[in-house]
């Protein structure tokens, strides 16, 4: 990562770097960028557009993706640990394997997105769209999922130990094998149990 330009306002900062011949900083234009394997930790790609890019084993803990485009984007095994997906569009998005825990996802859009095997403990989904998300395997330990859509999700297998999915829509969701706790809190009636839902320990 190499430090080519440098802005500055009267409030803040804009930092602008190169990888691998990109531009990185806000509003950045990624279109089908191979950014595989770098690293961009905190970064900020506030409003960027990564439609398509390639980010699989990426390193991008702490990075600033707020109200960013990465539709269909490859984050397969990445790290975005402790990042700011706020409003983000994910639509198709690959997070297979990517460990997200402590990331920041409120009404961020994942629809169709593929999670499986994921780390999103203690991760904040709420009012996240995750219609047909694909959650298999995924660790959703203590993560808030405060009004997030699931529609048609798959939480096959998913842990949802303390989880808070207080007002979420599980409508022909997938909870089959999913783990859950007596810390887990369910939306209004939601029976558990009709699910498939198994329980575990709090330990």
């Given at each position: 990562?190499r430090?080519?330009?440098?802005?500055?306002?009267?409030?803040?900062?804009?930092?602008v770097?190169?990888?691998n011949g990109y531009?990185i900083?806000?509003?950045?234009?990624l279109?089908?960028?191979?950014?595989?394997?770098?690293?961009?930790?905190g970064v900020?790609?506030?409003?960027?557009?990564?439609?398509?890019?390639?980010l699989?084993?990426a390193s991008?803990?702490?990075?600033n993706?707020?109200?960013?485009?990465?539709?269909?984007?490859?984050?397969?095994?990445?790290?975005?640990?402790?990042?700011?997906?706020?409003?983000?569009?994910?639509?198709g998005?690959?997070?297979?394997?990517?460990?997200c825990?402590?990331?920041?996802?409120?009404?961020?859009s994942?629809?169709?997105?593929?999670?499986?095997?994921?780390?999103?403990?203690q991760?904040?989904?709420?009012?996240?769209y995750?219609v047909q998300?694909n959650?298999?395997?995924?660790?959703?330990?203590?993560?808030?999922?405060?009004d997030?859509?699931?529609?048609?999700?798959?939480l096959?297998e998913?842990?949802?130990?303390?989880a808070d999915?207080?007002?979420a829509?599980?409508?022909?969701?997938?909870?089959r094998?999913?783990?859950?706790?007596?810390?887990t809190?369910?939306?209004?009636?939601f029976?558990?149990?009709?699910?498939?839902?198994?329980?575990g320990?709090?330990?």
């Amino acid at each position: 990562m190499r430090l080519f330009w440098q802005g500055w306002w009267p409030a803040h900062s804009v930092v602008v770097v190169e990888v691998n011949g990109y531009e990185i900083g806000p509003k950045a234009r990624l279109t089908k960028a191979d950014l595989a394997g770098t690293d961009l930790a905190g970064v900020d790609l506030e409003r960027a557009v990564l439609v398509q890019a390639e980010l699989s084993e990426a390193s991008l803990p702490g990075v600033n993706l707020r109200q960013s485009d990465v539709r269909w984007a490859n984050l397969s095994r990445a790290d975005v640990s402790g990042a700011n997906l706020q409003r983000a569009h994910l639509t198709g998005a690959n997070l297979s394997g990517a460990d997200c825990h402590e990331s920041d996802f409120t009404e961020a859009s994942l629809h169709g997105a593929d999670l499986r095997n994921s780390n999103f403990q203690q991760s904040n989904l709420t009012g996240a769209y995750l219609v047909q998300t694909n959650f298999t395997g995924a660790s959703l330990r203590g993560a808030r999922l405060v009004d997030a859509c699931l529609w048609q999700a798959n939480l096959e297998e998913t842990d949802l130990s303390e989880a808070d999915l207080t007002g979420a829509s599980l409508w022909r969701a997938n909870l089959r094998g999913a783990i859950a706790t007596e810390g887990t809190v369910w939306p209004g009636s939601f029976d558990p149990a009709a699910a498939g839902v198994v329980q575990g320990s709090d330990d």
